[in-house]
Structure formats: structure tokens, C-alpha cells
């Protein structure tokens, strides 16, 4: 659609076979495109200067506004340059409005702060220049675990194929998971960075090995800033005090020995062969053997009972086969025997452990034989209890003929019961002073005493008597009676 202008002169000179060339059409539409643009500027033109003059007015307060804002905020650019400068020292009286003067004072201000900032930057390079070249691994961190800094010697400590200037701001979240394959307990060395990271205590001269059977002596030191925490400081040397750390060692295998020496329970150690290498006192007094007596036999020829040694020897072929072991780190229960010959439980719990590249077993063992007892007993009484419950629900709607067949069952139960060779029921007659045997259970082989226990005294008895009045059970030895 062409413009109408253009559309009147095209019918005008062109016929319409020029009207329907492509080229002529392709030229028509440029030509077009001119007047539909001059049309576009000319409304543009028209509309700007028809603006009104409230138009202009509200343009002028527009600017008047803008205007009161930039004088309100000079003058607050003043306060903040007479907060920094006493304004009487710095400025004349003619010169507090001059913002040449101010603009002057803020420049001076940068330049001081450029040269603060300088001085920092030499500070901190010092500092770097210093970490870098310590003998120590230097790890510093900020609060989200990202690298700060580190030197060549920390890189070289954890095998890291990079430079120190590559980690910074690399995440070390998983720094010790990565690395704890180089250190004799992987696991210990992650939980105690993760503890002191966590606690954000400082730690020094901590002690950890590696795997080579070498030392590292490190410290950390968390960063406060305005008592908010902002990131930690490490430290990791090599310990090169050998006479110190053998000091130590040999302190602390003192210091082991004492406590299991002195230990109330018995503790022993035994090689792959089952060879005894420690016995302490509470051992020696618990198995009746002698340290001397202990120590470089075997545990199945001084406490294990004949019946049991042949599968000790095949759990400790076992292991040393497999590397398996069933009955670590468990508490068992088993007999063991004593020097003079007599079997007692106990307890036992055993852990494995390594000592200059020797494996070696240690037990932990108490007797249990009061525990055992009590148990027994408890397990007696629940016993007696379910039988008792038992009789009773048998005379529940009984019949009457059966009466003295179940009386008699009963007598049965309770004398197999308390292991007893015959079982009686007597009837009181106080009246007469006397007592007869009216139900009797014997065992196999025993012969019965009913003739014999008609209207006996109860002189005879008087003990037996005064319990059964109180409504007490009682138990009739030959040292007496006992409830």
C-alpha cells in the first residue's frame, strides 16, 4: 500500500506494465518508505512545537526541584567533610561554601587513603612473603572453608599437584577426605579436623603420623574479628625431635602399663600363636597363675578347658589364614579354667591391635560368676513361679474323683522341682495336738513313710508349726529351719 501522494503520481506517469516490473515495484518501495518517514518527522516536528506553555512550566519546576536536591545534597556533603576535619582549621569562613575548597579537601582525603591502602597492601605482601617462606605447611581459611592462602611446603605435605597461588579460593570441605590416606589413622585425622574446626578452640603441638611412620606437629588458631568468626589459621611442621618424641612414646607406654597394671579387671595379651606376652596382677589372681607361670605359654594350655581347645586352635588358624576374626570387639561369655583345675564363667572382650608391625591380641576379662549365680536363681524363681501358676489352674472345676490324682501330680512337679526324693502334705489338728501325713509322693526307689506319719506331735515340730501359722515357707535342713 503505497503512500496516497505517491500512489497519485505513480498513476500518472506509469502505465501498468511499469507498474507491475518487479525492479520498478522493488524501487516504488523505497521511494515509499522516504514519504511515510518525512510523514513520521513531520508529526514530530508539529507535536514539539505545539507544546504548551503549562508544559514548559512544569518542566521549569521540574528542574527548580532538581536543583533543591543538589543544594541539599552539597550541604550534606559538607557535614560529612566537617565530620572527617575541624571545619575552622581546614576552612576559612568565606571558604565553608566553596565546594572547590571541599572537592579539594576529598581529593586530599583519597590521596591519604591510596597511600593507607598502600601501606596495607606492603603489610600484607610482607606477611605472604613471610608465610611462604616458613618451615612449616600454611593453610590459612576464611569462615566458608575457601583458601586464603597457602605456601609450597603445605602443598608438598598433602601431595597436591598444584601451586599455592592456583588453590586460592578453592573449597576445602573435603581437603581432609582427600588427603587421609596419608596419615597412619585415616579416620582419626578427619574427625579431628572436623572437632577442632567445630570447637574453634586453638590447638597446638598436636601430634599426628603418617603413613611413612613420620610425625607432623600442628597448630590452628581460629580468626576472630569482633568476635565474629572469620577463618583459620594452620600450621603443620615436621617433628624433628626424635629424643623428645621418644620420650613420650616411652611415657605413655609407662603410663599404659600402670593403668593395666593396676586395672581391677584382668587384661592379657597374646600373639598370632596364642603365646600369652602380658598377664597383670588381676589375671594372676583371677586364673591362680603367676606371672612367670603366664607369660610365654599358651592361652589354650592355661585357661581354655580341654573341651574347648580344639576350637580356640581352629578360630586362631582361622585367622591368621583369613585375617578374619569372628569375636572381636564382642563381649562373650565363656568358662574358663582355673590353675587348681575348678571351671568359672567370665566375661570377655578382645580387640586386635598392631605394634611394630606385629599383631597382637588384647583381653579384657572379669569373672561372672556371682551374675551367673543370680541368675540361676532368678531364672529359678520365674520357673517355680510358672510351675505354681501351672498347679494352680489344674484344681480349676476339677472334678472330684480326680482330686487326689492331681494332688498327687502336683506333689510329683514340686519334688522333681526342688530335686527331692518324696513330697508330703500333713493335715493340723490342733485340737488333738497332732498331725497325719495325707498325700505323699515318692521318687522311684524311695519307700513311703504315710503309715509311719499318722497323728504324730506337734512337740515334734514346733518350728514347723510357728511358721506355718505365720503363713511363712520355710526350709528344713539339718543345721534347721530357715524361711
Same mark, same amino acid.
Given at each position: 500500500?503505497?503512500?496516497?501522494?505517491?500512489?497519485?503520481?505513480?498513476?500518472?506517469?506509469?502505465?501498468?506494465?511499469?507498474?507491475?516490473?518487479?525492479?520498478?515495484?522493488?524501487?516504488?518501495?523505497?521511494?515509499?518508505?522516504?514519504?511515510? !518517514?518525512?510523514?513520521?518527522?513531520?508529526?514530530?516536528?508539529?507535536?514539539?512545537?505545539?507544546?504548551? *506553555?503549562k508544559e514548559f512550566q512544569e518542566v521549569n519546576e521540574s528542574l527548580k526541584k532538581k536543583s533543591e536536591v543538589r543544594q541539599?545534597?552539597?550541604?550534606?556533603?559538607?557535614?560529612?567533610?566537617?565530620?572527617?576535619?575541624?571545619?575552622?582549621?581546614?576552612?576559612?569562613?568565606? *571558604?565553608?561554601?566553596?565546594?572547590?575548597?571541599?572537592?579539594e579537601f576529598i581529593n586530599l582525603q583519597i590521596q591519604k587513603n591510596k597511600g593507607t591502602e598502600e601501606n596495607l597492601k606492603?603489610?600484607?605482601?610482607?606477611?605472604?612473603?613471610?608465610?611462604?617462606?616458613?618451615?612449616?605447611?600454611?593453610?590459612?581459611?576464611?569462615?566458608?572453608?575457601?583458601?586464603?592462602?597457602?605456601?609450597?611446603?603445605?602443598?608438598?605435605?598433602?601431595?597436591?599437584?598444584?601451586?599455592?597461588?592456583? +588453590?586460592?579460593?578453592?573449597?576445602?570441605?573435603?581437603?581432609?577426605?582427600?588427603?587421609?590416606?596419608?596419615?597412619? &589413622?585415616?579416620?582419626?585425622?578427619?574427625?579431628?579436623?572436623?572437632?577442632?574446626?567445630?570447637?574453634?578452640?586453638? /590447638?597446638?603441638?598436636?601430634?599426628? *603420623?603418617?603413613?611413612?611412620?613420620?610425625?607432623?606437629?600442628?597448630?590452628?588458631?581460629?580468626?576472630?574479628?569482633?568476635?565474629?568468626?572469620?577463618?583459620?589459621?594452620?600450621?603443620?611442621?615436621?617433628?624433628?625431635?626424635?629424643?623428645?618424641?621418644?620420650? +613420650?612414646?616411652?611415657?605413655?607406654?609407662?603410663?599404659?602399663?600402670?593403668?593395666?597394671?593396676?586395672?581391677?579387671?584382668?587384661?592379657?595379651?597374646? &600373639?598370632?600363636?596364642? /603365646?600369652?606376652?602380658?598377664?597383670?596382677?588381676?589375671?594372676?589372681?583371677?586364673?591362680?597363675?603367676?606371672?612367670?607361670?603366664?607369660?610365654?605359654?599358651?592361652?589354650?594350655?592355661?585357661?581354655?578347658?580341654?573341651?574347648?581347645?580344639?576350637?580356640?586352635?581352629?578360630?586362631?588358624?582361622?585367622?591368621?589364614?583369613?585375617? /578374619?576374626?569372628?569375636?572381636?570387639?564382642?563381649?562373650?561369655?565363656?568358662?574358663?579354667?582355673?590353675?587348681?583345675?575348678?571351671?568359672?564363667?567370665?566375661?570377655?572382650?578382645?580387640?586386635?591391635?598392631?605394634?611394630?608391625?606385629?599383631?597382637?591380641?588384647?583381653?579384657?576379662?572379669?569373672?561372672?560368676?556371682?551374675?551367673?549365680?543370680?541368675?540361676?536363681?532368678?531364672?529359678?524363681?520365674?520357673?517355680?513361679?510358672?510351675?505354681?501358676?501351672?498347679?494352680? !489352674?489344674?484344681?480349676?472345676?476339677?472334678?472330684?474323683?480326680?482330686?487326689?490324682?492331681?494332688?498327687?501330680?502336683?506333689?510329683?512337679?514340686?519334688?522333681?522341682?526342688?530335686?527331692?526324693?518324696?513330697?508330703?502334705?500333713?493335715?493340723?489338728?490342733?485340737?488333738?495336738?497332732?498331725?497325719?501325713?495325707?498325700?505323699?509322693?515318692?521318687?522311684?526307689?524311695?519307700?513311703?513313710?504315710?503309715?509311719?506319719?499318722?497323728n504324730v506331735s506337734l512337740d515334734f515340730m514346733p518350728q514347723w508349726v510357728e511358721k506355718h501359722k505365720q503363713g511363712l515357707?520355710?526350709?528344713?535342713?539339718?543345721?534347721?529351719?530357715?524361711?
Amino acid at each position: 500500500m503505497y503512500h496516497k501522494l505517491l500512489k497519485k503520481q505513480i498513476n500518472k506517469f506509469l502505465n501498468d506494465d511499469l507498474q507491475k516490473d518487479a525492479e520498478i515495484q522493488e524501487f516504488l518501495k523505497h521511494i515509499n518508505q522516504s514519504y511515510l !518517514s518525512f510523514e513520521r518527522d513531520k508529526d514530530i516536528m508539529n507535536h514539539a512545537f505545539s507544546v504548551s *506553555e503549562k508544559e514548559f512550566q512544569e518542566v521549569n519546576e521540574s528542574l527548580k526541584k532538581k536543583s533543591e536536591v543538589r543544594q541539599i545534597t552539597i550541604e550534606k556533603l559538607k557535614e560529612v567533610v566537617f565530620q572527617l576535619v575541624d571545619e575552622d582549621h581546614f576552612f576559612d569562613k568565606s *571558604e565553608k561554601d566553596d565546594l572547590y575548597k571541599i572537592s579539594e579537601f576529598i581529593n586530599l582525603q583519597i590521596q591519604k587513603n591510596k597511600g593507607t591502602e598502600e601501606n596495607l597492601k606492603r603489610t600484607i605482601n610482607l606477611f605472604k612473603t613471610l608465610l611462604a617462606n616458613l618451615q612449616s605447611g600454611v593453610l590459612v581459611e576464611n569462615e566458608n572453608r575457601e583458601i586464603l592462602f597457602t605456601n609450597h611446603l603445605f602443598c608438598k605435605m598433602f601431595e597436591i599437584p598444584a601451586p599455592p597461588d592456583a +588453590l586460592i579460593g578453592a573449597d576445602c570441605s573435603q581437603s581432609a577426605e582427600l588427603s587421609k590416606h596419608l596419615f597412619s &589413622d585415616p579416620e582419626g585425622f578427619v574427625l579431628s579436623i572436623n572437632k577442632i574446626l567445630h570447637e574453634q578452640i586453638p /590447638v597446638y603441638n598436636e601430634l599426628i *603420623e603418617t603413613v611413612s611412620g613420620h610425625f607432623y606437629e600442628r597448630d590452628y588458631v581460629p580468626i576472630f574479628i569482633d568476635q565474629i568468626y572469620r577463618g583459620s589459621f594452620m600450621a603443620i611442621q615436621r617433628y624433628h625431635r626424635k629424643g623428645q618424641l621418644r620420650k +613420650l612414646l616411652r611415657e605413655n607406654e609407662e603410663l599404659n602399663r600402670l593403668i593395666m597394671d593396676t586395672a581391677m579387671d584382668a587384661i592379657t595379651l597374646a &600373639d598370632t600363636n596364642g /603365646v600369652i606376652r602380658y598377664w597383670n596382677p588381676a589375671a594372676a589372681q583371677l586364673f591362680g597363675f603367676a606371672n612367670e607361670a603366664a607369660i610365654g605359654n599358651r592361652l589354650s594350655d592355661t585357661i581354655i578347658p580341654m573341651r574347648l581347645r580344639d576350637a580356640h586352635e581352629a578360630g586362631m588358624t582361622r585367622f591368621n589364614t583369613t585375617g /578374619v576374626e569372628r569375636i572381636f570387639n564382642m563381649r562373650l561369655e565363656l568358662p574358663a579354667l582355673h590353675a587348681d583345675g575348678h571351671e568359672f564363667p567370665i566375661e570377655m572382650y578382645i580387640i586386635g591391635f598392631e605394634q611394630k608391625g606385629e599383631k597382637l591380641f588384647c583381653a579384657f576379662i572379669k569373672d561372672i560368676t556371682e551374675r551367673v549365680e543370680a541368675q540361676k536363681i532368678i531364672d529359678q524363681q520365674l520357673q517355680l513361679q510358672d510351675l505354681l501358676i501351672n498347679i494352680s !489352674s489344674t484344681y480349676i472345676n476339677i472334678d472330684l474323683d480326680q482330686v487326689e490324682h492331681t494332688i498327687n501330680k502336683s506333689l510329683q512337679e514340686l519334688g522333681k522341682f526342688v530335686g527331692a526324693d518324696r513330697a508330703y502334705i500333713f493335715d493340723y489338728d490342733f485340737e488333738a495336738n497332732t498331725t497325719s501325713n495325707t498325700y505323699e509322693w515318692c521318687e522311684e526307689g524311695t519307700t513311703p513313710e504315710f503309715n509311719n506319719l499318722q497323728n504324730v506331735s506337734l512337740d515334734f515340730m514346733p518350728q514347723w508349726v510357728e511358721k506355718h501359722k505365720q503363713g511363712l515357707p520355710f526350709l528344713h535342713s539339718r543345721h534347721g529351719v530357715t524361711s
